[in-house]
């Protein structure tokens, strides 16, 4: 699909001043009066906005990873067929009329079953079929979604197909046109809400995505799009909605609450800036929170211009939760005025799902698990990542060396063929595992649940012992003597999994009992202490090459090759072409935790 301005541009701003009716009352006649102080009670109208995020391709409450239904230590399920029933409910006892849904963002990559339509059985081939989150949201009613860094991952000609399929819009006031630097996407829309008496109740949706789409996918996105920061995009619309008539003002942000960026100073806007959003931007009555994957029953900001409080929510991701946004109006001095306003949020597992949705979509599931049922290779012996937060593990080493062998093919027979190949590998989830016996595709995919690429990237022996120093601040500092309680030791600072790096291709300790920036010892390159002056090329992930995590040197290092191809695919296609996967010839110890000098395991 050739990228132009029609296509790339799809929807325009203008888009987004369309106005739809949703209509409806709330409120018994006998409870209305005038609103114009005869003695009779004031005009009332209220509703409800429901809300999600982070759906990440969960349509059914199924792990296509272990092919089998979803469950956490929690006991949460997830996906939008659980949604579906909760959504039913609340229009139920509000009136459908009386009730708008809206999303976050991050929709389209998250699962093998949004990654088989994007990939096995594109939604942009001719005649391709209906994106399964497109069908499951246009059936419950979707009335806007905002866009999520994810959206981006597989290509603009994928999610432009995606939001051509969407019988709503989705929203981006601060994805911009590169060239003519307006935006790409529908900014806002606005809602008509009907009330049974007076004018309606005009709501405006704004949309709000991550400006690390730019860092994250800069192969997708790179002199197409950019992406500004949300205070600065809200600080634009806010007002102008406001100017229209608006009568309340709902932002939907992908970007968490927090404040705080994982990519540093490499671009100058903020990574979670919705709570920054209510403090600086005048004007707005509630924000539904995306992108952190926490969960933020109601948490008000007070705006630092009025002191007016901004309420905030955030579901926690893939389904499992349903924001609602409760609003009480009040008609006063000829307009509708947000008396009062909170949130909460409904748990998916108390529900079961929706059998419209389940009926709609079985084909594609069933399609799906076929699909990563399929027996790729064997595998002499079982490995999981159950310990790979804290031992160098068999299963990490898969990558690494599938990584590994990958870029020395790539760099034969050129300038930097010589040089030592090195592997950065996550654990990205702690109960990936590949069986003793046949190995499926879902057993291959699970290693690398993203959709990150490969590149070669030209490092020093000191750049990669920073990078190692950096990594390592995952770890909690434990005194030499101390207990070590696994469940305690990872994620400092609430430091992600996916952003501790192991590397291999040398060796190297940990010393957990040192402060962080002085734990790496006895770094060692075949042998011997490495020199920091030679040259290494690290094998990196598309998303920690351009600056995910924030980790030292690789961004601004000479990138020597890049694949197209995402990870995870190269895995299982080794697989295929081994046959049969033996840790004996590829397992090693190259890194070890230790505290003065004794390892801790």
Known sequence: MPLNRRTFLGTSAAAGAGVAIAGGSAVPAA????????GRPPKRYS?????????????????????????DKAHNDVGLAKISTLVDQVRREKGRHNTLMIDAGDTIQGTQLSYYYAKVDPITAKRGPVHPMAQAMNAIGYDAAALG???????????????????????????????TLRPAFAPYVIKRMRTPHGPDVRVAILGLTNPGIAIWDKANVGGKMV?????????????????????????????GSSG?????????????????VAEQVPGIDAILVGHAHLEIPEYFVENKQTGKKVVLSEPLKW???????????????????VEKAGSQVLNSNT?????????????????????????????????????????????IDLINVVQAETVKAALAGGAYAALPVLSQASCFSRTAQIPAGNVTIK?????????????ARLLTGAQIKDYLEFSARYYVQTAAGAPVDTAKLTNADNIPDYNYDAVSGLTYDIDIARPSGSRIVNLSFEGKPIDGAAQFVLAVNNYRASGGGNFPHVPGAKQLWANSEEIRNTIISWVQAKGSVDGALFASVDWRLTRDGVPVF
């Not at 991952?153 to 399929?165: A, C, D, H, S, T």
């Not at 007002?239 to 608006?246: A, E, H, I, N, T």
């Open 319 to 337: 389904g499992q939760r349903l924001t609602l946004f409760d609003f009480d109006l009040v008609w006063e001095k000829g307009r509708w005025v």
């Open 260 to 276: 705080t960026s994982s990519y540093g100073d490499q671009i100058p806007y903020v990574e979670n800036a919705a709570g920054l």
């Open 47 to 71: 509703f409800t906005v429901m809300g999600t995020t982070d759906l990440h391709g969960n349509v059914f409450n199924w792990d296509y990873f272990t092919d089998r239904e979803f469950d």
């Open 149 to 179: 860094n994810h959206e981006f991952n597989y290509g603009i000609p994928v999610l432009r197909k995606f939001e051509e399929q969407c019988d709503f819009p989705l929203l981006g006031a601060n994805a911009l046109d590169a060239k």
């Open 351 to 395: 529900v079961a799902e929706d059998p419209e949705i389940t009926k709609l979509l079985m084909d594609e599931h069933e399609k799906v698990v076929a699909y990563v049922n399929q027996v790729i290779g064997t595998s002499t012996a079982a490995m999981t990542t159950a310990e790979a937060a804290w031992k160098d593990e068999p299963i």
């Open 443 to 455: 057993d291959a995919a699970g290693l690398y649940p993203f959709e990150n690429t490969l590149e």
């Open 31 to 38: 409870a209305q009066g005038d609103g114009q102080g005869h």
């Open 227 to 255: 992406f500004p920061g949300l205070e600065e995009q809200a600080a634009r619309f806010v007002p102008r909605l406001r100017s229209m008539g608006v009568d309340v003002v709902i932002v939907s942000a992908h970007s």
